[in-house]
């Protein structure tokens, strides 16, 4: 079936809004962004792209203000030590946050940072001997959880036309690095004595994040779910592809084949130097990768020399700082949509201007407006 051609009036408001967030990163509001007349919706479009077919636009990824609807709902308290609270329900009052930290997944104390994220306390690991770590750590009661409520705040806020995309703060590593310190979780994973018991451990945080999805998924409209998984620092990996893929990829796998199963999509969010472990992603049979970063490496020759993979790549905007021309943006867009429309790419919220995102605000209808127009002579 042939496409519509583009027409200018799809990027002309509805009249309607998608609900927005009362905080956002470091507490900053993000307003609810108009609904645009598109010929179809943004999880559609998505869709395509993860089926190895064009896409009718480059979708913008992220966690607001894109085609991906960001849900970090208050039920998980990481989120809550995050300050990434993305849901339906009220403002949130993070005054005091920190003085029931019992409250918290596994009991662990956490440093909130001033843009939001949360880091461990170090020294202080919860976990002292990987051998005995029922001893020390259980994994959280999910059914002292209030699902009802859960379900009840957040129809609107999932009833729209977006990616609606589940995200889970600390993975498999990230949560074996906030338990054990960094340097003992990874020797946890080469160790031949105590890799046994790291697999014991991994089992059962495998169980207990597929228990979590899976009961978030039978409450709220979910398509897809993004997990933390930071395997890289910024001048290598933390540990070797072949460690990764003994170590992490068997429970990636089991996370995603769940989600498949239940009719959702997976995204694993690495930040760091990962270039040796891509191709653990295809291993684990990973969706979509994404990241927040300035770039330790040529993401774009990494995504062309992949682009017959059938995966998505999260690849980060250029810099169009507020002072660019109305011309000099629109052919940064323009250059944009040519690099990588073979490819198959989300565009990343942010672009990094001295560790800080920025995001020039018509340059993604400029990506949408080009990339429609190099698009719309595919037939679906």
Not at 35 to 61: C, F, H, T
Not at 76 to 104: C, E, L, M, R, V
Not at 314 to 341: C, N
Request: aromatic letters at 14%.
């Amino acid at each position: 079936m042939a496409r519509p051609k583009y027409d200018p009036k799809e990027l002309e408001p509805t009249g309607e809004f998608y609900p927005g967030l009362t905080e956002g990163f470091g507490g900053m509001p993000i307003p609810p962004d108009p609904i645009l007349q598109r010929p179809i919706s943004a999880m559609e479009n998505i869709q395509l792209l993860v089926d190895g077919k064009r896409p009718y636009w480059i979708p913008v990824g992220g966690f607001f203000n894109a085609d991906v609807q960001g849900f970090r709902p208050r039920i998980n308290p990481d989120n809550i030590a995050n300050h990434q609270i993305f849901d339906g329900g009220p403002t949130y009052d993070y005054t005091g946050y920190g003085d029931n930290i019992k409250s918290w997944w596994f009991d662990l104390e956490w440093i909130t940072t001033d843009i939001g994220g949360a880091m461990f306390m170090p020294g202080k690991p919860k976990i002292p001997d990987i051998t005995e770590w029922e001893k020390y750590v259980s994994m959280p009661d999910l059914d002292k959880m209030d699902w009802d409520e859960l379900e009840a705040q957040n129809v609107e806020y999932l009833g729209t036309g977006k990616m609606n995309q589940l995200g889970i703060q600390c993975g498999l590593w990230e949560r074996m690095m906030a338990l054990m310190d960094v340097s003992e979780a990874a020797v946890a994973l080469f160790d031949e004595d105590l890799k046994p018991h790291a697999h014991r451990f991994l089992d059962a945080y495998c169980n207990f994040l597929i228990d979590y999805i899976g009961r978030v998924k039978a409450r709220c409209n979910i398509d897809c779910v993004v997990i933390h998984e930071d395997w890289a620092h910024q001048r290598g990996p933390f540990f070797s592809a072949a460690t990764a893929s003994e170590m992490l990829v068997p429970y990636v796998k089991r996370i995603v084949d769940f989600c498949h199963a239940n009719g959702m999509l997976y995204e694993i969010h690495m930040c760091g130097a990962v270039e040796k472990l891509i191709p653990c992603y295809f291993e684990a049979g990973v969706d979509m990768w994404s990241a927040i970063q300035p770039l330790l490496y040529d993401t774009g020759a990494i995504v062309k020399k992949y682009k017959d993979q059938r995966f998505v790549w999260g690849i980060t905007a250029p810099l169009i700082t507020p002072d660019y021309s109305e011309a000099d943006m629109r052919q940064a867009a323009k250059d944009f949509v040519e690099e990588y429309k073979d490819c198959n790419i989300m565009v990343s919220f942010f672009s990094m201007d001295e560790g800080f995102p920025g995001f020039h605000p018509g340059f993604q209808n400029a990506v949408y407006e080009y990339s429609r127009i190099a698009f719309e002579d595919f037939e679906d």
